[in-house]
Nanobody
Framework: EVQLVESGGGLVQPGGSLRLSCAASGFTFDDYAMSWVRQAPGKGLEWVSAISWNGTSTYYAESMKGRFTISSDNAKNTLYLQMNSLKSEDTAVYYC?????????WGQGTQVTVSS
């Protein structure tokens, strides 16, 4: 069974940092590009970042550039998102996502709340 499980969310003060993880199972992780997508309260899905299948290329939404870093550890079948200089507007549920075997696959999400 193909599965993505996010973790690492929580409550953090503005300016703080968090590292999200997405544990993948049921497929060959390093065959696929992966993304992080978020959904803020009352808003639609927003693409955050993506990484190529071999980890050599990374992409970021403009507002995340310089603050967020996407990475992957193929030995651990895990995707990461290091988030620094967090702002209140980063409050959202964060999902990892990949088009696995031609199916759009999502984790259950992890809540990130940025508040003092």
């Amino acid at each position: 069974e193909v599965q993505l499980v996010e973790s690492g969310g929580g409550l953090v003060q503005p300016g703080g940092s968090l590292r999200l993880s997405c544990a993948a199972s049921g497929f060959t992780f390093d065959d696929y590009a992966m993304s992080w997508v978020r959904q803020a309260p009352g808003k639609g899905l927003e693409w955050v970042s993506a990484i190529s299948w071999n980890g050599t290329s990374t992409y970021y939404a403009e507002s995340m550039k310089g603050r967020f870093t996407i990475s992957s550890d193929n030995a651990k079948n895990t995707l990461y998102l290091q988030m620094n200089s967090l702002k209140s507007e980063d409050t959202a549920v964060y999902y990892c996502n990949g088009r696995i075997r031609m199916r759009d696959t999502w984790g259950q999400g992890t809540q990130v709340t940025v508040s003092s």
